[in-house]
């Protein structure tokens, strides 16, 4: 299966400011996918990241807040805008198996976000 | 839209027990379903899954699962569990494998007591 490079692995940031979290796959992938994870709570998905077009958001997630950038097959961005206490959370990249008949989504180890 | 259910949001058990966490979901016409383990601080990984074939299906570190079409679940069993087992379980299922987005349910704290 993929293996997912995502950086940073935590950091603490000010409200107002913005952070680019990265997500760097060993191969290449046709969809990549933006979650998050809030204190306690389960998955979320952000968005959906496909190479060479807009990203495609989930109801309640907006581009201005949460732009993603999918330069190549095997990078992607994603920026928290205008951070908030609110958005201290784990934000995961997420990647289908690139092996045909592999299925199965691999993860990056997270970022872990505090907003102070 | 596919929900995913995951019955009890905390399970104790005792060293060396055996231990099972329980997943429904909606009904689908198709429906691909996976079993992810949250060690804590660290990232998603994925201990099984069913695409088709054999409904039980067995993944890492002695876990299986089995696929009931009929009661529409997916609980994760393992016959003796380990310390090391301690963790946040989640069930997720998709339409289709992918290029498809994960359904998540909302996890279930494992927590191993010696």
């Known amino acids: 299966s993929a293996v997912i490079s995502q950086k940073p692995s935590r950091d603490i940031c000010q409200r107002g400011t913005s952070l680019t979290i990265q997500c760097q796959v060993d191969?290449?992938?046709?969809?990549m996918f933006w979650y998050r994870q809030q204190p306690g709570q389960s998955l979320t998905l952000i968005a959906t990241?496909?190479?060479?077009?807009?990203?495609?958001?989930e109801s309640g997630f907006v581009i201005d807040k949460f732009p993603i950038s999918r330069p190549n097959l095997t990078f992607s961005t994603l920026t928290v805008s205008n951070m908030s206490p609110e958005d201290s959370s784990i934000y995961l990249c997420?990647?289908?198996?690139?092996?045909?008949?592999?299925?199965?989504?691999?993860f990056g180890s997270g970022t872990r976000l505090t907003v102070v | 839209a596919q929900s995913v259910t995951q019955l009890d949001s905390q399970v104790p058990v005792f060293e060396e027990a055996p231990v099972e966490l329980r997943c429904n979901y909606s009904?689908?016409?198709?429906?691909?379903l996976f079993w992810y383990v949250q060690y804590p601080n660290q990232g998603l990984q994925l201990l099984l899954k069913?695409?088709?074939?054999?409904?039980l299906v067995k993944g890492i570190n002695g876990f299986e699962a089995e696929f009931n079409k009929s009661q529409t679940s997916f609980h994760l069993r393992k016959p003796s569990v380990h310390i090391s087992d301690t963790a946040e379980y989640f069930c997720?299922?998709?339409?289709?494998?992918?290029?498809?987005?994960?359904?998540f349910g909302q996890g279930t704290r494992l927590t191993i007591n010696p």
């Open positions: 997420s990647v289908e198996g690139s092996i045909p008949r592999a299925y199965g989504y691999t």
């Open positions: 191969s290449q992938v046709t969809m």
């Open positions: 990241a496909n190479q060479g077009s807009e990203a495609t958001y």
């Open positions: 009904s689908s016409v198709s429906v691909y």
């Open positions: 069913y695409l088709s074939g054999s409904t």
């Open positions: 997720a299922v998709s339409d289709r494998p992918g290029a498809q987005k994960l359904v």
